[in-house]
């Protein structure tokens, strides 16, 4: 089993900048690849950014260019560094994580606000 622990969403005005933290515990050794997701209200949870064991990432359309998604395997920490928000970036943000056999782990979620 592994526990994720978000940290870092808040309120933000356009144009501004968040940095979300993941950390992870657990049974770590068996963690693969990591994401961020993000669920609106009234919408559907979305792939926002993954990661894999190597380094490799994938973006949604939406926000290559302004986030980035990093992981610190010593420290078991995923994070994602979110520049030029936009109001449409508003959304609960989950931590998650795929485990070697298969099973996924949800962190339970961090408030993110882009509001003038």
């Known amino acids: 089993q592994v526990q994720l622990v978000e940290s870092g969403g808040g309120l933000v005005q356009p144009g501004g900048s968040l940095r979300l933290s993941c950390a992870a515990s657990?049974?770590?050794?068996?963690?693969?690849?990591m994401a961020w997701y993000r669920q609106a209200p009234g919408k559907q949870r979305e792939l926002v950014a993954s990661?894999?064991?190597?380094?490799?990432?994938n973006y949604v359309d939406s926000v290559k260019g302004r986030f980035t998604i990093a992981r610190d395997n010593a420290k078991s920490t995923v994070s994602l560094e979110m520049n030029s928000l936009k109001p449409e970036d508003t959304a609960v943000y989950y931590c998650?994580?795929?485990?070697?056999?298969?099973?996924?782990?949800w962190g339970q979620g961090t408030q993110v606000t882009v509001s003038s």
């Open positions: 657990g049974s770590i050794s068996r963690i693969t690849s």
């Open positions: 990661i894999a064991p190597a380094g490799n990432t």
């Open positions: 998650n994580a795929r485990m070697t056999y298969g099973v996924l782990y």
